[in-house]
């Protein structure tokens, strides 16, 4: 079994609605060793991609992207929640459905830091609906950009992103693949 598997067994824990809770360890208190783990397995996976960038998304993605990208060599974007209306133009703006809150919100990235040039790896925490990836896929679209794929920690596979995305043309590592969950048992794909 997986490292990180091994671990949501060990320290996660189920919510009521398909919430995972990984406070412990991936999105409030960060084992930074654990993920200097995670960051070699993405860095394995997209080894020959000339990755140059990668993008998160506020806030939980950060840390997981901020050790990858030592793995890579290369600086961090993350997508920002804004209020404020692009009225200069000097933004990239996306919205994004919180699968946690289920509310809409916007994100942001200056489009000094996401050129046409990049070749960019989008990491995050967790894939369940996909609207934070997609999100993120439209960034990069928007700037022109190459997306080279998407490194996930935890995919929950009983929801649509994954499949979604992946049937659009994105390549996804995902490090650890929940096939179902409930309180008293929990499956990985195989
Ligand atoms: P999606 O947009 O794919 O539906 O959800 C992705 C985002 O929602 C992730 O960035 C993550 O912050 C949050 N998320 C989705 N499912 C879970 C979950 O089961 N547990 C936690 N802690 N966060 C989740």
Known sequence: MRVLEQRILRDGKVRPGGVLKVDGFLNHQMDVELFGQLAKQWHAAFAGDNVNKIL???ASGIGLAC????????????AKKSKTKNIDGSVYTTRVESFTHGNVYDVI???????????????DDFL??????????????????TLVGAGIAVEKCFQPGGARLRAAGLRIESLARIKSMSDSALEFMD
Not at 67 to 78: H, S, T, Y
Not at 109 to 123: F, G, Q, S
């Open 109 to 123: 990235v200056a489009r000094e830091y996401l050129l046409p040039t990049d070749r960019v790896l989008l990491i």
């Open 128 to 145: 369940a609906n996909g609207a934070a990836l997609e999100g993120l896929c439209d960034l990069v679209r928007q700037a022109g950009a």
């Open 67 to 78: 050790i990858a990208a030592q793995e890579f060599g290369c600086p961090v974007l993350f």
């Open 56 to 58: 998160t998304i506020e």
